[in-house]
């Protein structure tokens, strides 16, 4: 191995790598992102020969990660041109691929574990990096990036598909506006504003000369105007909003032009309560959908049970428990004969529950799909899911983003946050942050202080 000019040489291998900046991938990266190779614009990208040994194990599950770990594997093989993969083959975009298939655990510190996998990919860094080259090791994982700048290299998190939390859409905003013009909208005028508004965006109008004067609307982008709520004072299935934020959410799930509703909310805001009270109104009462599909990413929160035995439904029960806490306190609000009736909507089809996993290859014409705890799935899966929904369907995406059990996503991260980002200003999505917990004094304690 030697440094030359513009390039540094592995002579066991025959790799030749620039010395210019180069992004050295760890293995969670690619099953997070199947499509990442693409995402470096023309830089170079490294792999060690361990990253492929661990997609390798996960190529064989039947799962989101083994689904990506096949993707990437067969990029890659469609990548070669005829040119060793050492030697480095062309990317898409321009840049290069390159693989080191050469141990380099003699460049770690003593007292670093060699079987490591981990440290066994940070050992190329650290051989790269002493050789001149401008190395980046980009990984989801927190802990390999803290170890990575002990080691003084450059770590990345993979910001593809990344959103600003901190600023992001809430779903409404709050308008100063002339006290004759609220009277005139309490009197179905429509109103102009000039402020920048969402598609689908709840607005609170209040009157200049008293705030308490005030009146909710929603932006309407085919008319360019904000228009009085239609459904904001609904009951469904005997509901009643409770705050600002449920009204314009109740406006959101039962317009039927809004195909995409997202809902973030801490625990307790109503967020699955709304969308299944909405949903048996729109399926057992009115018809407008077949069924209701209810889905929860399998994550446990702890230490996982185990493997559970029986059907898919009977394994599925324990996951959807929360949902059938939600449905025993619409059909039956006392409590007294709530399991029955729960089952009994799912017995007659107007519950569904699916796994997300199940979901993947499915067309769902004509259903109203609630995708639960969205916040622990990947921009990738969240894809998945809206992508699957067929005519007349309408699918509601709801979660909280402080509570993530995904270990490599963040409020920044995680799929439903990045929806909420790229489809604010479609007029077929509607998004709401709610943010008042409305379960009882000790959850919005909770998690107000906790």
Known sequence: MEANTGHWIDDSSGLELPTTRTFLLDTNVLLHDAECLSGFEDNNIVLTVD??????????????????????IRTIDSLRDGSPLSKGVKLPNGGQLFVLVKSFTDYLPKGMDRSVMDNRILSAACALDKAGVEIVFVTKDIN????????????????????????????????????????????????????P???????????????????????????????????GDSHPWGLTARNLQQHFALELLMREDIRLVTMLG????????????????????????????????????????????????????????????????????????????????????????EAVTYIRGRSLPKLFIIIDEAQNLTPHEVKTV??????????????????????????????????????????????????????SELASLAAELL
Request: hydrophobic share 35%; charged share 25%; with cysteine.
């Open 266 to 353: 801490q625990a307790g805001t109503g967020k699955t309560l709304l969308a299944l009270a909405v949903g048996l109104q729109m399926v057992a009462e009115e018809k407008r959908y077949r069924r209701i599909m209810v889905s929860r990413p399998i994550m446990p929160l702890g230490k996982d049970i185990g493997y559970l035995p029986g059907s898919k439904d009977e394994k599925l029960a324990s996951w959807m428990q929360p949902v059938s806490d939600n449905l025993q306190f619409l059909v039956d609000p006392k409590l007294e004969h709530s399991n029955d009736k729960v089952q009994y909507l799912y017995d007659t089809g107007v519950v569904e529950a």
């Open 51 to 72: 990253v492929l040994e661990e997609l390798d194990k996960f190529k064989r599950g039947n799962d989101e990660k083994g689904r990506n770990a096949r993707h990437v």
């Open 386 to 439: 809206v992508s699957r929904a067929g005519e007349d369907a309408k699918v509601i995406l709801t979660g909280d983003a402080y509570q993530i059990d995904n270990p490599y996503l963040d409020a920044s991260s995680n799929g439903l946050t990045y929806v909420v980002e790229r489809f604010k200003n479609q007029a077929i999505h509607g998004h709401i942050t709610l943010a008042k917990s409305e379960r």
């Open 144 to 195: 390999a990036r803290v170890k990575a700048d002990a080691l003084g290299i450059r770590a990345e998190d993979y910001l593809n598909r990344i959103v600003n939390f901190d600023e992001l859409y809430t779903g409404w905003s709050e308008h100063e506006v002339a006290d004759d013009l609220i009277n005139r909208f309490y009197n179905g005028e429509p109103v102009s504003l000039e402020a």
């Open 197 to 231: 508004l969402c598609p689908n965006e709840g607005v609170l109008l209040k009157a200049s000369g008293n705030p308490k004067h005030s009146a909710r609307g929603i932006y309407r982008a085919e008319s360019q105007m904000v228009e009085p709520l239609n459904h």
